[in-house]
Protein backbone atom coordinates (compact mmCIF):
# COMPACT_ATOMS: atom_id res chain seq x y z
CA UNK A 1 0.00 0.00 0.00
CA UNK A 2 1.23 3.69 -1.18
CA UNK A 3 1.21 6.87 0.77
CA UNK A 4 -1.88 8.12 -0.99
CA UNK A 5 -3.56 5.00 0.00
CA UNK A 6 -3.75 5.72 3.49
CA UNK A 7 -5.09 9.04 3.39
CA UNK A 8 -8.28 7.62 2.66
CA UNK A 9 -8.41 5.48 5.97
CA UNK A 10 -9.57 8.28 8.67
CA UNK A 11 -12.66 8.29 6.02
CA UNK A 12 -13.22 4.64 8.23
CA UNK A 13 -14.23 5.58 11.18
CA UNK A 14 -14.94 2.21 12.61
CA UNK A 15 -12.30 0.29 12.22
CA UNK A 16 -10.69 -1.46 15.12
CA UNK A 17 -7.97 -3.62 13.85
CA UNK A 18 -5.75 -2.47 10.96
CA UNK A 19 -3.10 -4.77 9.57
CA UNK A 20 -0.48 -2.77 7.40
CA UNK A 21 2.10 -5.09 7.61
CA UNK A 22 4.47 -5.69 4.84
CA UNK A 23 3.93 -2.36 3.06
CA UNK A 24 5.27 0.49 1.59
CA UNK A 25 4.65 3.55 2.99
CA UNK A 26 6.70 6.35 5.52
CA UNK A 27 3.94 7.69 7.87
CA UNK A 28 0.55 7.47 9.05
CA UNK A 29 -1.24 10.94 10.27
CA UNK A 30 -4.94 10.17 9.43
CA UNK A 31 -6.22 7.36 11.28
CA UNK A 32 -9.38 7.11 13.65
CA UNK A 33 -9.13 5.27 16.54
CA UNK A 34 -8.57 1.55 16.04
CA UNK A 35 -7.41 -0.95 18.38
CA UNK A 36 -4.84 -2.81 16.90
CA UNK A 37 -2.44 -1.49 14.56
CA UNK A 38 0.25 -4.02 13.25
CA UNK A 39 2.76 -2.44 11.06
CA UNK A 40 5.92 -4.45 10.72
CA UNK A 41 7.60 -5.26 7.85
CA UNK A 42 7.29 -2.35 6.11
CA UNK A 43 9.79 -0.59 4.71
CA UNK A 44 11.37 3.44 5.94
CA UNK A 45 8.69 3.66 8.29
CA UNK A 46 8.85 6.79 10.80
CA UNK A 47 7.98 6.20 14.22
CA UNK A 48 7.45 9.51 15.28
CA UNK A 49 4.36 9.86 12.82
CA UNK A 50 2.31 7.45 14.79
CA UNK A 51 -0.56 9.34 16.25
CA UNK A 52 -2.02 9.59 19.70
CA UNK A 53 -3.98 6.57 19.19
CA UNK A 54 -6.28 6.53 22.47
CA UNK A 55 -8.18 3.48 21.62
CA UNK A 56 -5.05 1.59 20.64
CA UNK A 57 -4.52 -1.87 22.73
CA UNK A 58 -2.02 -3.19 20.56
CA UNK A 59 0.85 -1.98 18.79
CA UNK A 60 2.86 -4.01 16.84
CA UNK A 61 5.88 -2.06 15.32
CA UNK A 62 8.59 -5.50 14.50
CA UNK A 63 11.50 -5.36 12.02
CA UNK A 64 11.25 -2.01 10.69
CA UNK A 65 14.52 -0.99 11.02
CA UNK A 66 13.81 1.39 13.58
CA UNK A 67 16.77 3.80 14.84
CA UNK A 68 17.20 5.92 17.92
CA UNK A 69 15.38 6.08 20.97
CA UNK A 70 11.85 4.87 22.07
CA UNK A 71 9.37 8.02 21.89
CA UNK A 72 7.56 9.64 24.74
CA UNK A 73 4.36 9.60 22.58
CA UNK A 74 3.99 5.63 24.09
CA UNK A 75 3.53 6.88 27.67
CA UNK A 76 0.15 7.84 26.57
CA UNK A 77 -0.73 5.05 25.10
CA UNK A 78 -1.92 3.48 28.68
CA UNK A 79 -3.96 0.19 27.87
CA UNK A 80 -1.13 -1.34 25.36
CA UNK A 81 0.64 -4.60 24.11
CA UNK A 82 3.65 -3.00 22.31
CA UNK A 83 6.29 -5.17 20.17
CA UNK A 84 9.36 -3.58 19.27
CA UNK A 85 11.35 -6.43 18.66
CA UNK A 86 14.17 -6.48 16.04
CA UNK A 87 15.00 -3.13 15.09
CA UNK A 88 17.85 -0.86 16.38
CA UNK A 89 16.10 1.01 19.10
CA UNK A 90 19.30 1.83 21.24
CA UNK A 91 19.51 4.14 24.41
CA UNK A 92 18.20 3.67 27.73
CA UNK A 93 14.39 1.61 28.32
CA UNK A 94 12.47 4.58 29.21
CA UNK A 95 10.53 4.67 32.79
CA UNK A 96 7.27 5.17 31.03
CA UNK A 97 6.96 1.43 29.58
CA UNK A 98 7.24 0.33 32.76
CA UNK A 99 4.65 2.38 34.16
CA UNK A 100 1.78 2.39 31.69
CA UNK A 101 -1.04 0.66 34.01
CA UNK A 102 -2.61 -2.12 32.23
CA UNK A 103 0.86 -3.01 29.73
CA UNK A 104 0.21 -6.89 29.62
CA UNK A 105 2.93 -7.07 26.81
CA UNK A 106 6.10 -5.51 26.15
CA UNK A 107 9.00 -7.16 23.65
CA UNK A 108 11.93 -4.94 23.18
CA UNK A 109 14.05 -7.46 22.30
CA UNK A 110 16.80 -7.53 19.56
CA UNK A 111 17.85 -4.14 19.28
CA UNK A 112 20.73 -2.15 21.11
CA UNK A 113 18.75 -0.69 24.00
CA UNK A 114 21.68 0.07 26.64
CA UNK A 115 21.45 1.69 30.78
CA UNK A 116 20.20 0.32 33.66
CA UNK A 117 17.05 -0.93 34.09
CA UNK A 118 14.39 1.94 35.04
CA UNK A 119 13.42 2.06 38.64
CA UNK A 120 9.39 1.67 37.94
CA UNK A 121 10.59 -1.44 36.06
CA UNK A 122 7.62 -3.17 38.38
CA UNK A 123 4.59 -0.67 38.46
CA UNK A 124 2.92 -1.94 35.68
CA UNK A 125 0.01 -4.00 37.08
CA UNK A 126 -1.24 -5.99 34.32
CA UNK A 127 2.92 -7.29 33.17
CA UNK A 128 2.91 -10.82 31.69
CA UNK A 129 5.68 -10.80 30.00
CA UNK A 130 8.84 -8.62 28.95
CA UNK A 131 11.16 -9.68 26.43
CA UNK A 132 14.18 -8.12 26.82
CA UNK A 133 16.50 -10.55 24.86
CA UNK A 134 19.64 -9.77 22.48
CA UNK A 135 20.04 -5.91 23.99
CA UNK A 136 22.98 -4.92 25.82
CA UNK A 137 21.74 -4.34 28.94
CA UNK A 138 24.29 -4.04 31.97
CA UNK A 139 23.91 -4.63 35.95
CA UNK A 140 21.24 -6.70 37.99
CA UNK A 141 18.01 -7.76 37.86
CA UNK A 142 16.23 -4.61 39.66
CA UNK A 143 14.86 -6.04 43.25
CA UNK A 144 11.37 -4.16 42.08
CA UNK A 145 10.50 -7.14 40.00
CA UNK A 146 7.42 -8.86 41.11
CA UNK A 147 8.66 -12.97 40.04
CA UNK A 148 5.80 -14.65 40.99
CA UNK A 149 3.95 -12.18 38.25
CA UNK A 150 5.58 -11.59 35.65
CA UNK A 151 7.73 -13.65 33.45
CA UNK A 152 10.56 -11.72 32.05
CA UNK A 153 13.81 -12.87 29.37
CA UNK A 154 17.21 -11.33 29.34
CA UNK A 155 18.81 -14.01 27.22
CA UNK A 156 21.60 -12.37 25.10
CA UNK A 157 22.58 -9.28 27.36
CA UNK A 158 26.21 -10.35 27.89
CA UNK A 159 26.53 -7.77 30.27
CA UNK A 160 23.27 -8.35 32.16
CA UNK A 161 23.03 -11.44 34.59
CA UNK A 162 25.94 -13.44 33.03
CA UNK A 163 27.04 -15.45 35.79
CA UNK A 164 28.18 -18.53 34.46
CA UNK A 165 30.40 -21.97 34.66
CA UNK A 166 32.14 -24.00 32.13
CA UNK A 167 33.74 -23.34 28.52
CA UNK A 168 31.41 -20.94 26.20
CA UNK A 169 32.87 -20.26 23.01
CA UNK A 170 30.92 -16.89 22.54
CA UNK A 171 29.92 -15.21 25.65
CA UNK A 172 27.45 -13.09 24.14
CA UNK A 173 25.21 -16.01 23.94
CA UNK A 174 24.70 -16.13 27.24
CA UNK A 175 22.12 -14.95 29.35
CA UNK A 176 19.07 -15.27 31.98
CA UNK A 177 15.67 -16.20 31.13
CA UNK A 178 13.16 -15.48 34.83
CA UNK A 179 10.17 -16.97 34.65
CA UNK A 180 6.75 -16.79 36.91
CA UNK A 181 7.28 -17.77 39.91
CA UNK A 182 10.80 -16.66 40.34
CA UNK A 183 12.78 -19.48 38.68
CA UNK A 184 15.61 -18.68 36.53
CA UNK A 185 17.12 -20.37 33.78
CA UNK A 186 20.64 -19.84 32.42
CA UNK A 187 21.00 -19.82 28.76
CA UNK A 188 24.31 -20.89 27.02
CA UNK A 189 25.03 -21.84 23.83
CA UNK A 190 28.59 -22.98 22.61
CA UNK A 191 30.43 -25.96 23.97
CA UNK A 192 30.29 -26.89 27.52
Known amino acids: MMDHCLNDLHRM ?13 SEIRNLSNPEILDISYTESFELSTIPALK ?4 LCLKQLN ?6 ETFSGLSR ?21 KILRYLYLDRNQLSGNLPIPVGESQMLLIAN ?3 NLLPGKIPSQLDLDRYTYEFVGNVDFCTSYS ?4 DPSQVGMGINKGGSSTLVAQGES
Request: glycine content about 8%; hydrophobic content about 40%; aromatic content about 10%.
Open 55 to 58: NLKE
Open 80 to 100: LEVNLSSNYLNGVVPGFMFSL
Open 166 to 169: GHVR
Open 66 to 71: LIGNIP
Open 132 to 134: LTC
Open 13 to 25: SKITHLDLTRNFF
